[in-house]
């Protein structure tokens, strides 16, 4: 029995010294990214080669967590046509992810054809990324957390939660998976 009390701390010992060294990490990478804007962030495009964000400055920036085998999936034609009226002011960059129900499953090359394909996806895309959880995108911290982004905190839900950002990177707002791109909530900040 005292083997088995002395075993139990340990283990207990153990998960909290694990605990506080992830906790460590996160408030290092917390304190990393302050002050940091959209336009310091860099990111693996999804056939190869690195999206900028600084290339983008002077225009609105939506960014998009997608996924190829979702409900919500469709909303690439409305993201492509939201694209094509406003790219003289607009640039969308979708993410792909797999957090959501296993539902981006493809490799990077199988993804871009599928968007290409089926959408005729033109905006940037990146690489797969994590949406959430520990191994979270940097990029994606920014957006959800008030403490880097200086607007609010919010948090990825679903396949196609949308980010919008004005011309000099700055947050404006979020949107759920159901705001279609199209839609007045999204398009009275670009006319």
Do not use: H
């Not at 153990?14 to 302050?34: D, F, G, I, P, R």
């Amino acid at each position: 029995m005292k083997k088995l009390f002395l075993w139990l701390l340990s283990v207990a010992a153990l998960v909290q010294s694990c605990t506080s060294k992830k906790s460590e990490t996160a408030k290092a990478e917390l304190e990393a990214n302050k002050g940091k804007t959209l336009y310091d962030y860099k990111v693996e495009a999804l056939e190869g080669g690195t999206i900028d964000f600084a290339d983008f400055k002077g225009k609105k920036v939506l960014i998009v967590n997608t996924a190829s085998e979702c409900g919500f999936t469709p909303q690439y034609a409305e993201l492509q046509a939201l694209y094509d009226q406003y790219k003289d002011r607009l640039v969308i960059v979708g993410f792909p992810a797999n957090n959501f129900g296993g539902q981006e499953p493809g490799s990077n090359t199988e993804i871009a054809t599928f968007c290409q394909r089926n959408y005729g996806v033109s905006f940037p895309m990146a690489a797969k990324v994590s949406v959430k959880g520990d191994d979270m995108a940097p990029i994606f911290r920014y957006l959800t957390e008030k403490e880097l982004n200086g607007v609010k905190s919010s948090a990825v839900l679903w396949n196609f939660t949308k980010f919008l950002l004005d011309e000099n990177g700055k947050l404006i707002d979020s949107f759920n998976s159901a705001t279609k791109p199209t839609s007045e909530a999204i398009t009275r900040y670009l006319n």
